[in-house]
């Protein structure tokens, strides 16, 4: 009997101890859990503190408005506005952009929405025609000033590997069509075309700046044009230094080559005075009197009456190549100005300029006088480089027109 009531003093003890055991596990269980949330609460507050005090980010792309080029443009410009602000109308826009389409589609991502083509090409068009800085096209077509600077370079690269189709030397028909309309229109036969060049005004490189420091006094790329009857480019060589002279440009032209290869013109020659007279090139006196290139006498206070007589009807033919370059200028009116890009760039602009002058020729579109202010297309001031001794063919084809403009009545 005491043995059992010590057993049961026994148990009732154990269960107290292990009573005891579990009261102070689950003790030890609310106290951890507590300690959690309190540390918990403590991380958020900080949180809570740290973003209070810390100011707010600007957002990645700032919103720009879009309305003027999706409303007033797209919807409400008329073809005169077309013209007037890009210098060309709606319907030879959509022709451009057709052109580009192959070359400059893109494809929308998950991360943004690319630049419509047809905005791509609009900015492009609106820096040529007026030379904008990058500032104000971001502003005016709801863009950001890098996306502007890679839709100028885009585009005019693009356009510039449309040259070919657009600018060629003329064969067959389109040929005769030239020679024909250079007589029908400006008295002079056997006239495939004019050549001259002109100064596009640059800043000057880093290296050999004195190159391109030309006559007129200012740093200059050459542009080296031979046009057609109605002052359409049909070749074009662009990048020589200003201060090289004009001569020189030709002589390492591929239109050089090609002449004096005999590939440039084939060889149909006119009776005129007894004389067979090839076709051929007009030129200004700073180049050589070849027989594909047909020059003016230097007025050194001698020439006779029918020498001055010969020298006003060419040069009078010779006036669609500086009416080409004041269009070119007038029209793109970024080439007025100084081309304020790295020098190894300048020459895509020219020439992508060069290209839209033919194209907006092709599509009816007529250059508006309004658009000459300001532009002041110098006649060149080249001395000849050229031996003194002209060649003998050359001067007899001379003499021989000499004589039949003299028969004429101006």
Same mark, same amino acid.
């Given at each position: 009997?005491?043995?059992?009531?010590?057993?049961?003093?026994?148990?009732?003890?154990?269960?107290?101890?292990?009573?005891?055991?579990?009261?102070?596990?689950?003790?030890?269980?609310?106290?951890?859990?507590?300690?959690?949330?309190?540390?918990? *609460?403590?991380?958020?507050?900080?949180?809570?503190?740290?973003?209070?005090?810390?100011?707010?980010?600007?957002?990645?792309?700032?919103? *720009?408005?879009?309305?003027?080029?999706?409303?007033?443009?797209? *919807?409400?410009?008329?073809?005169?506005?077309?013209?007037?602000?890009?210098?060309?109308?709606?319907?030879?826009?959509?022709?451009?952009?057709?052109?580009?389409?192959?070359?400059?589609?893109?494809?929308?991502?998950?991360?943004?929405?690319?630049?419509?083509?047809?905005?791509?090409?609009?900015?492009?068009?609106?820096?040529?025609?007026?030379?904008?800085?990058?500032?104000?096209?971001?502003?005016?077509?709801?863009?950001?000033?890098?996306?502007?600077?890679?839709?100028?370079?885009?585009?005019?690269?693009?356009?510039?590997?449309?040259?070919?189709?657009?600018?060629?030397?003329?064969?067959?028909?389109?040929?005769?069509?030239?020679?024909?309309?250079?007589?029908?229109?400006?008295?002079?036969?056997?006239?495939?075309?004019?050549?001259?060049?002109?100064?596009?005004?640059?800043?000057?490189?880093?290296?050999?700046?004195?190159?391109?420091?030309?006559?007129?006094?200012?740093? @200059?790329?050459?542009?080296?044009?031979?046009?057609?009857?109605?002052?359409?480019?049909?070749?074009?060589?662009?990048?020589?230094?200003?201060?090289?002279?004009?001569?020189?440009?030709?002589?390492?032209?591929?239109?050089?080559?090609?002449?004096?290869?005999?590939?440039?013109?084939?060889?149909?020659?006119?009776?005129?005075?007894?004389?067979?007279?090839?076709?051929?090139?007009?030129?200004?006196?700073?180049?050589?009197?070849?027989?594909?290139?047909?020059?003016?006498?230097?007025?050194?206070?001698?020439?006779?009456?029918?020498?001055?007589?010969?020298?006003?009807?060419? @040069?009078?033919?010779?006036?669609?190549?500086?009416?080409?370059?004041?269009?070119?200028?007038?029209?793109?009116?970024?080439?007025?100005?100084?081309?304020?890009?790295?020098?190894?760039?300048?020459?895509?602009?020219? @020439?992508?300029?060069?290209?839209?002058?033919?194209?907006?020729?092709?599509?009816?579109?007529?250059?508006?006088?309004?658009?000459?202010?300001?532009?002041?297309?110098?006649? @060149?001031?080249?001395?000849?480089?050229?031996?003194?001794?002209?060649?003998?063919?050359?001067?007899?084809?001379?003499?021989?027109?000499?004589?039949?403009?003299? *028969?004429?009545?101006?």
């Amino acid at each position: 009997m005491e043995t059992f009531l010590e057993l049961l003093q026994m148990f009732g003890l154990f269960q107290i101890l292990q009573m005891a055991g579990r009261s102070q596990l689950q003790r030890a269980i609310h106290h951890r859990r507590r300690q959690r949330r309190i540390t918990v *609460r403590k991380a958020a507050y900080f949180a809570a503190a740290v973003i209070t005090a810390t100011p707010r980010r600007a957002i990645w792309v700032r919103p *720009r408005s879009q309305h003027w080029w999706d409303t007033v443009v797209l *919807r409400t410009f008329t073809d005169d506005q077309w013209r007037t602000h890009f210098r060309m109308r709606r319907a030879t826009f959509d022709v451009l952009c057709g052109k580009l389409r192959p070359h400059l589609e893109t494809k929308q991502t998950h991360l943004r929405d690319c630049v419509p083509l047809e905005k791509r090409v609009a900015v492009a068009v609106w820096y040529l025609a007026t030379g904008a800085s990058c500032s104000t096209l971001s502003e005016l077509f709801g863009i950001g000033k890098a996306t502007v600077h890679n839709c100028v370079w885009e585009v005019c690269f693009a356009i510039r590997t449309l040259q070919g189709h657009f600018i060629s030397l003329p064969k067959g028909e389109k040929l005769q069509e030239i020679v024909d309309g250079f007589e029908e229109s400006w008295g002079f036969p056997q006239c495939c075309g004019a050549v001259d060049v002109s100064h596009i005004p640059v800043s000057p490189p880093s290296s050999n700046a004195s190159d391109y420091y030309n006559c007129k006094g200012s740093y @200059s790329i050459i542009l080296q044009a031979v046009v057609d009857h109605l002052s359409r480019f049909i070749n074009i060589n662009v990048g020589w230094a200003g201060s090289v002279h004009d001569a020189t440009v030709l002589r390492n032209s591929t239109l050089f080559e090609l002449a004096e290869s005999g590939d440039l013109f084939p060889p149909d020659t006119q009776t005129i005075e007894s004389t067979q007279v090839p076709l051929m090139l007009l030129g200004d006196p700073a180049y050589p009197l070849l027989s594909w290139l047909m020059t003016g006498y230097q007025d050194d206070g001698r020439l006779t009456t029918e020498q001055r007589r010969f020298n006003c009807r060419l @040069s009078r033919a010779r006036a669609t190549v500086d009416c080409a370059f004041g269009q070119l200028k007038g029209r793109w009116r970024c080439l007025l100005k100084r081309v304020d890009v790295d020098i190894s760039k300048a020459p895509t602009i020219v @020439s992508c300029c060069c290209v839209l002058h033919n194209l907006c020729a092709q599509n009816g579109d007529d250059f508006m006088d309004a658009w000459l202010q300001d532009v002041e297309e110098l006649v @060149s001031v080249s001395e000849p480089d050229v031996p003194t001794d002209e060649q003998e063919q050359p001067a007899a084809v001379r003499q021989a027109l000499v004589e039949y403009f003299s *028969r004429q009545n101006d």
